[in-house]
Each structure stands twice: as structure tokens, then as C-alpha cells.
């Protein structure tokens, strides 16, 4: 059977732990075809970030605009978009496939900054990605992106709101970097459903873990899963994935995703 395919607008990570390599590997791990466009390319290491340069929006448009005109996109993903001018290219292309695909899955995972807090955007990340929000199936923040893009005063369940009123359908808020010692609760809540995951923190620093739960998650939604199968089967893709990771130097650990 052919597999579905998702179109992914990601950053290059080298060091094969968190981006594109990312997703390439857990979509292709869950039975999806992964069609990856990049939107930046990065310096780094498992650690540390160096340089970033996001990609022309003219070439991100081209490269993804190739692909929609012939292939049949079942679920898009975004990972680092880079600059303001390169989610407008994105939007766009996005609104020409829901033109015909109303429903097409889109998994919006809002990273603002690497795992020690290196910018990953060549402009201000909260400002570049701001044409997403409404075209977002489903968005994934960590407790720290949460926080910037809503507020650090609001209550989890506020943020929440906060992201479906920019026009979200689904908002998954993780909590891996809550205060909780022992377990990691994640947040699901949509306009009619709310449901709450509790997994086992697990020691160490991970490079990818949330682009492995959102790549999961767009393959798993390409795969005709509904909202909170997708959610409940990619997280526990994703705990798997870290439980069994593995140290290419020291500091954050990869997930072993294949
Ligand atoms: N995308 C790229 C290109 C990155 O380099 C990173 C982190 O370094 C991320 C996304 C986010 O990674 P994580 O899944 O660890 O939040």
C-alpha cells in the first residue's frame, strides 16, 4: 500500500536529533511518506545552536509548490519557518490545498528556540509565525512556548484558550518543562473535548523530542486517525522514542525513532 504523504516545512538540524532529520525519520517510522521542504538550515550540534539561515521564501514556495501540484497531500507539518516572510509562503500554500481540502490535517509545532534557548528564527520567532495560528489542525507548545506566545499569567487551561481563539482547532500544551518532578502531564483541549496524558519523566535532555510528538502526530492524522488516537498513539511513539534514545556525545540524548 502507498504510504500517505505529508508535506513538512522544517529546519536542517545536522546533528540528526531535532528538524527535518526529525521528522523524516518518525513519519517515515509511522507508515507516512515524509516530503520534507526546508525553511532554514542550521549550525548545530546535539547541544548548542551556531548559526541559522532561513532559506529564501521564493525557494521555500517553489519547493513545496512543485510537490502540491501533483502529489496528494494527506497532512501538512510545520516546524521552524525561519522568518515572517517564509510563513507567508507557507500560509499560502496551505490555503490553496485546504481550497480543495478543507479538512487536510495541518500539525503546527510553534518552536521559538532550540533546547538551551538558542533562537532558531533570523527575526523575532513569536512575530514570524503569527500568519499560522489559523490555519492550525492542531499546535503543539512546550510549557515554555506556551508561555511566550500567551502569557506566563495565565493558567495552562487560559493558554489554551488563548490559542483557539487565534483560531486553533486543537491545542496539545506539553508539559515536559513543567516543575513536575516524576511525570510529564500533557494537556489536550479542543472547543468540545478536553483530555489529560500523564507519562513518566524520564532523566536526561533530549535534542527533537517535541519534533518527533508533532512529526508523529501528522503522519499518524495522514493515516486517517482521529484527533485523540493520533494524539494518545504519538505520544506514546514519542515516550518510546526517548525511553530507548541515545547519546552521540554528551549533553542531550537522540531519540531513537527508527
Ligand atoms: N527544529 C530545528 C531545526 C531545531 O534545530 C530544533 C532544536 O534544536 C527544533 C526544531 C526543536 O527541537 P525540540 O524538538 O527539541 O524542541
Not at 550540534?45 to 514556495?61: I, M, Q, S
Not at 496551505?94 to 521559538?112: C, E, K, M
Not at 515554555?144 to 493558554?159: F, K
Not at 511513539?237 to 525511553?243: D, M, S, W
Request: overall charge neutral; proline content about 7%; hydrophobic content about 45%.
Amino acid at each position: 500500500m502507498t504510504p500517505p504523504s505529508v508535506l513538512v516545512f522544517s529546519g536542517t538540524d545536522p546533528s540528526g536529533g531535532a528538524g527535518m532529520q526529525a521528522d523524516i525519520t518518525a513519519i517515515a517510522a509511522l507508515g507516512a511518506h515524509p516530503m520534507p521542504v526546508v525553511t532554514v538550515l542550521t549550525v548545530q550540534d546535539n547541544e548548542r545552536v551556531f548559526g541559522v539561515f532561513p532559506v529564501a521564501a521564493e525557494l521555500v514556495r517553489q519547493q513545496a509548490q512543485v510537490l502540491v501540484d501533483r502529489i496528494g497531500i494527506a497532512a501538512v507539518k510545520l516546524g521552524i519557518v525561519g522568518n515572517r516572510a517564509n510563513a507567508e509562503a507557507i500560509a499560502a500554500i496551505i490555503r490553496g490545498l485546504r481550497s480543495r481540502q478543507p479538512d487536510l490535517p495541518v500539525v503546527f509545532d510553534p518552536v521559538l528556540a532550540a533546547g538551551h534557548g538558542d533562537a532558531l528564527a533570523s527575526e523575532d520567532a513569536v512575530e514570524a509565525i503569527a500568519p499560522l495560528f489559523e490555519l492550525a489542525t492542531v499546535i503543539t507548545p512546550n510549557r515554555i512556548e506556551a508561555d511566550r506566545l500567551c502569557g506566563a499569567d495565565h493558567s495552562p487551561e487560559r493558554q489554551a484558550e488563548i490559542l483557539l481563539e487565534r483560531g486553533c482547532q486543537h491545542v496539545l500544551l506539553k508539559g515536559g518543562h513543567g516543575p513536575e518532578q516524576h511525570e510529564v502531564l500533557n494537556r489536550w483541549v479542543s472547543k468540545n473535548r478536553k483530555r489529560r496524558w500523564s507519562w513518566p519523566r524520564l532523566p536526561g535532555e533530549f535534542h527533537g523530542s517535541g519534533c518527533t510528538l508533532a512529526a508523529a502526530l501528522a503522519a499518524l492524522l495522514a493515516r486517517g486517525f482521529d484527533m485523540e488516537q493520533a494524539i494518545g498513539a504519538a505520544q506514546a511513539y514519542c515516550q518510546q522514542t526517548l525511553t530507548s534514545s541515545y547519546a552521540i556525545a554528551p549533553g542531550q540524548r537522540i531519540p531513537r525513532r527508527i
